[in-house]
């Protein structure tokens, strides 16, 4: 059973300072996504990583993966209050029915 | 058209009621899901459909009952249900091939009281 856990859980950090939010994922996986969501909102996609070692940055934000660690990063530069939202790490099989298999999440909260 | 449509944004419906929710995509996408998700918690896949049929049912109540009419439209018939189900429910559809993502509707908010 593929299992994805992403820490941390809950993280409130100052604007203007990075961090990091980990995902790792228990099998070999064909894909790997990131997802924001606002509260009471729908899943907004941010980045699609196929490939070790592959980096997609948008914004503030960008995505990491390695697939021999089989963990992937989301880091946050410079954070800004417009960031505040609920990440979603998540991977997919194409074995498996190409289904989607979510993290917990990690709720950012970013200060003034 | 790269969106996905969900319909009715807001449900509420009481527990002997029948209603149902509406997903359309017009992306030439062959499979579609539908999610539900409760609060802070990730959402949770419920069915897929693959061209038309239905692929994967992950144990879900009958009292939910999935439709896939045509390869744009996903419907979600709701029968007898427990105020347990109040969640947003979400539909997604992809292209069903390597790296093609996923694209998420907004969603429906489902109270049952």
């Known amino acids: 059973e593929l299992k994805v856990e992403q820490n941390p859980l809950f993280l409130s950090m100052q604007e203007g300072k990075n961090y990091t939010i980990y995902c790792n994922y228990s099998t070999t996986s064909d894909r790997l996504y990131w997802y924001r969501q606002d509260p009471g909102k729908s899943l907004e996609s941010l980045f699609v990583?196929?490939?070790?070692?592959a980096v997609k940055q948008e914004g503030r934000l960008m995505a990491s993966l390695d697939t021999k660690a089989r963990l992937s990063t989301l880091h946050i530069t410079a954070a800004v209050h417009d960031l505040s939202a609920t990440y979603f790490c998540a991977v997919d099989k194409e074995t498996s029915g190409s289904r989607l298999t979510f993290g917990e999440g990690t709720q950012l909260t970013v200060n003034p | 058209d790269t969106e996905v449509t969900q319909t009715p944004k807001h449900l509420v419906m009481g527990m002997t009621n029948k209603k149902s929710l509406k997903c359309e995509q017009h992306?030439?996408?062959?499979?579609m899901y539908w999610y539900k998700q409760k609060a802070k918690k990730p959402p949770e896949l419920m069915f897929v459909y693959s061209y038309e049929k239905l692929s994967i049912n992950e144990s879900v109540p009958s009292r939910f009952s999935p439709e896939c009419p045509n390869s744009s439209l996903l419907n979600l018939h709701l029968h007898a249900l427990q105020p347990e189900d109040s969640a947003l429910y979400l539909c997604a559809s992809s292209l069903g091939s390597l790296g093609s993502g996923y694209t998420f509707g907004s969603g429906t908010r489902l109270t049952v009281v």
């Open positions: 990583l196929l490939s070790n070692g």
């Open positions: 992306m030439g996408h062959r499979a």
